[in-house]
C-alpha cells in the first residue's frame, strides 16, 4: 500500500480536500495522521478529524492514527472501546507507547493495530502471544526521523525488517515529501537516513525493493507536482518518468518521448530499445562529444556504424567517445531513479521546465 500523510496543525480547507483526491488519482490508498505531536493544540483535533475522516471515506482511504497512552480522550474516544473508535471512521491505530500488551492484544481483535516497528522485541512478540493477540491484525510501522542525522542507519533497518519478516509482521515505513514540508525543521520526514531529502519516488522504490517494506508513506504533509506525476506514472502505468534538457532543441524529438530499456541489462547505461530501429535512417553527425556524466543522455552518430541511432543514460560516469554525441542530461534529482530502470522497464522523459543542468 502507498500512502501520505496529513497533519492536524490546521483547520480542513478546500485545499486538503483537494489534496486527498489528488493523492486517490494517483494511487494512494492509506492516510497518515497523528495526535501526539508537540507542536499541535490537542484541543483543536476532533474538529479537524472529523472532516478529514469524511474525505478519506469518500476517496477509498484508509486511516491510521499516530498515538500514545491516552490521547484518544482529546477526539472523545478511548482505546477500551474499540467498536466506537471503527464507528468513527478510523481504520487503524499506530501505538507508541503507554498501552499494554494486554490491550494491544485485545484491540487487535478488533481493528488494525500499527506497532514500533524498531522497538519491537522478542519479550514484546510473546507478550502478544501470550495475551492472546490477532497477528493477522498486527503491522509493525517504523517511525520518521524530523532531526537531521536520526534517520535509521539501512543496515540496521534490514536486519530489524528481516526479523519482523520472520515473525509474520507487514512493514511500513516513510518516504520524504518535497513539497510543503513538516514544521518546525522542514528539513523532510524520512525512516531512513539516506533517504532525507531524497526524490519521494526513488525513496519509494528503494524501501519496496531493498528493505522488505510492504507498505510505504509519505511522511511530509506535501508532494510537488513533478513528484506526483512520478508517483503516478509508475504506480498506475508502470513507468519511471524522468525530467531532462536537452543540449540542443533538435534533439528534442529524440529525447522527450517513450522508451524502453532492453531486456538485458547494461551495467554502464540504459538503452532505449527500440532507438537505433526507429534512428537508423538519421543523419547523425559527430558533435559534443564531451565526457558523459551519471545521467547524460547519449545518441550514437554516424561513426558508430549499425550503432547509430542508439539512445542511452548513462548510469555511471564514462569518458568522451567521438562515436557518440552527448544530447541531453537527466535532472539531478532524478538520478537515484536510474537505478530502478531494469530489464523491460518503461520510461519516458519530460521536459525539466528550463532548468539547464546538462551543461
Not at 119 to 126: G, I, K, R
Not at 251 to 270: E, G, S, T
Not at 272 to 292: G, L, M, V
Request: include cysteine.
Amino acid at each position: 500500500m502507498l500512502g501520505f500523510s496529513i497533519y492536524l496543525n490546521e483547520d480542513w480547507s478546500e485545499e486538503k480536500e483537494a489534496c486527498i483526491h489528488r493523492m486517490a488519482a494517483i494511487g494512494m490508498e492509506g492516510i497518515f495522521t497523528s495526535l501526539q505531536l508537540p507542536e499541535d493544540d490537542p484541543s483543536q483535533y476532533r474538529k479537524r478529524l472529523a472532516p478529514l475522516l469524511e474525505a478519506a471515506k469518500r476517496n477509498g482511504m484508509k486511516v491510521m492514527i499516530d498515538i500514545s497512552g491516552n490521547v484518544l480522550h482529546h477526539i472523545g474516544l478511548s482505546i477500551d472501546d474499540p467498536a466506537r473508535i471503527i464507528e468513527s471512521g478510523i481504520n487503524g491505530l499506530r501505538i507508541d507507547a503507554g498501552v499494554s500488551w494486554e490491550q494491544v492484544a485485545r484491540l487487535s481483535n478488533t481493528m488494525t493495530v500499527g506497532l514500533n516497528a524498531s522497538t519491537l522485541t522478542e519479550q514484546d512478540y510473546e507478550q502478544l502471544k501470550q495475551h492472546g493477540a490477532n497477528f493477522r491484525r498486527l503491522e509493525a510501522w517504523h517511525n520518521y526521523y524530523p532531526r537531521p542525522g536520526t534517520g535509521l542507519d539501512e543496515n540496521w533497518f534490514y536486519e530489524k525488517n528481516k526479523w519482523l519478516k520472520s515473525k509474520g509482521f507487514s512493514i511500513t515505513a516513510f518516504a520524504p515529501g518535497d513539497g510543503k514540508l513538516r514544521f518546525p525543521l522542514y528539513e523532510s520526514l524520512p525512516t531512513l537516513e539516506i533517504h532525507r531529502h531524497q526524490n519521494p519516488l526513488a525513496a519509494i522504490c528503494s524501501l519496496l525493493r531493498d528493505y522488505a517494506v510492504d507498505h510505504a508513506y509519505i511522511g511530509d504533509p506535501g508532494l510537488t507536482p513533478q513528484s506526483r506525476s512520478q508517483i503516478g506514472e509508475f504506480f498506475c502505468h508502470d513507468t519511471i518518468l524522468l525530467h531532462a534538457t536537452a543540449a540542443d532543441p533538435k534533439w528534442r524529438p529524440y529525447i522527450f518521448k517513450n522508451h524502453r530499456n532492453r531486456m538485458d541489462v547494461a551495467r554502464d547505461a540504459i538503452r532505449s530499445e527500440q532507438s537505433r530501429t526507429c534512428n537508423q535512417k538519421d543523419d547523425i553527425e559527430p558533435e559534443n562529444n564531451i565526457p558523459r556524466n551519471k545521467g547524460s543522455i547519449t545518441l550514437d552518430n554516424n561513426l558508430y556504424a549499425r550503432y547509430k541511432g542508439e539512445l542511452q543514460i548513462t548510469k555511471r560516469n564514462l569518458p568522451a567517445d567521438a562515436k557518440v554525441n552527448v544530447i541531453g542530461q537527466i535532472a539531478g534529482r532524478d538520478l537515484p531513479l536510474l537505478d530502478f530502470i531494469g530489464s523491460g522497464t518503461r520510461f519516458k522523459m519530460t521536459d525539466n521546465e528550463g532548468e539547464n543542468e546538462w551543461t
